[in-house]
């Protein structure tokens, strides 16, 4: 009996450390919905992402393991970002080039962070993205600011499904306010 605990209570010990040390890798893919619209037709874009991140990691999952359950970037989030923003120029009739365009489009990602401090077990997730969109059409430059937080409760740590898709809800929503924005719209008209 003392020899089937003990296995036991080894498998459970190795099973929680594995998780517990487990980093989480996310893959990046913001999606925007943009009413189709002419503002861009006849006129070429291209658009890029800048991550000014200080590293690949957005947080940790917190817990007595915080330091080796760290969320990471699974993919070029630089182009993740370029791959929505052409997604959502070119439902404004934008013909989308990768250099050179007429427009030229750059969104700066200056936070991307799912975290949570508590150091015990995970309960409370800090979340959010932030990006600076810079647009320059004919020598005349936009300069638009978003961001979208997000706090969460969890009783359990959350899957791996659970964090990337709350971070590609809020980088998502973070874009979404870009072509929301009516300021946005005028300057191209404008300037068009």
């Known amino acids: 009996m003392?020899?089937?605990?003990?296995?036991?209570a080894?498998?459970?010990a190795i099973m929680l450390g594995g998780c517990a040390h487990s980093p989480v890798q996310v893959e990046i893919k913001p999606q925007v919905s943009v009413a189709a619209d002419n503002i861009g037709a006849g006129y070429t874009l291209s658009a890029r992402g800048a991550n000014q991140l200080s590293n690949d990691g957005l947080g940790s999952l917190g817990g007595i393991y915080s330091d080796s359950s760290n969320v990471t970037l699974a993919n070029n989030i630089d182009r993740a970002i370029a791959d929505a923003l052409y997604q959502g120029f070119e439902a404004w009739s934008f013909r989308t080039v990768e250099g050179g365009g007429d427009v030229q489009v750059v969104a700066t990602l200056t936070d991307l962070r799912y975290t949570s401090p508590n150091k015990l077990y995970t309960t409370k997730v800090d979340s959010g993205a932030a990006i600076q969109l810079q647009v320059t059409v004919k020598g005349a430059t936009f300069f638009g600011n978003y961001s979208t937080s997000g706090k969460d409760r969890?009783?359990?740590?959350?899957?791996?499904?659970?964090?990337?898709?709350?971070i590609n809800q809020l980088l998502s929503a973070t874009l979404q306010?870009?072509?929301?924005?009516?300021?946005?719209?005028?300057?191209l008209r404008q300037h068009l």
């Open 2 to 8: 003392k020899t089937l605990l003990a296995i036991l």
């Open 177 to 187: 306010r870009a072509f929301e924005d009516e300021k946005l719209k005028s300057f």
């Open 154 to 166: 969890n009783l359990i740590k959350p899957s791996k499904e659970e964090v990337q898709s709350t």
């Open 10 to 12: 080894t498998g459970f």
